[in-house]
């Protein structure tokens, strides 16, 4: 399992910033990986190419044709509203 870099809050955070793309994004719900041990669930973005871009919350993938910028750009607002 990749290991996750944000709190569960920063998580939710996150994926309300996602949510605000969402007239841009495909939504598709998919199994990404198996819980941990613990039953929190972890989430991660990464780039798929250069302009398309999967992210993974809770396990459910958002993925859309917005750029690696702009989904930056959303998190680390995310991540400002969650401190």
Do not use: H, W
């Amino acid at each position: 399992s990749p290991s996750c870099p944000f709190s569960f809050r920063q998580l939710e955070r996150i994926r309300k910033a996602i949510e605000n793309l969402r007239d841009r994004i495909v939504y598709e719900e998919i199994n990404v990986y198996e819980e941990p041990e613990d039953g929190e669930k972890m989430g991660f973005y990464g780039l798929l190419s250069r302009n398309f871009v999967p992210v993974f919350i809770d396990g459910q993938q958002y993925t859309g044709d917005f750029t690696e910028k702009e989904l930056d750009e959303a998190v680390k607002k995310a991540l400002q509203e969650s401190k």
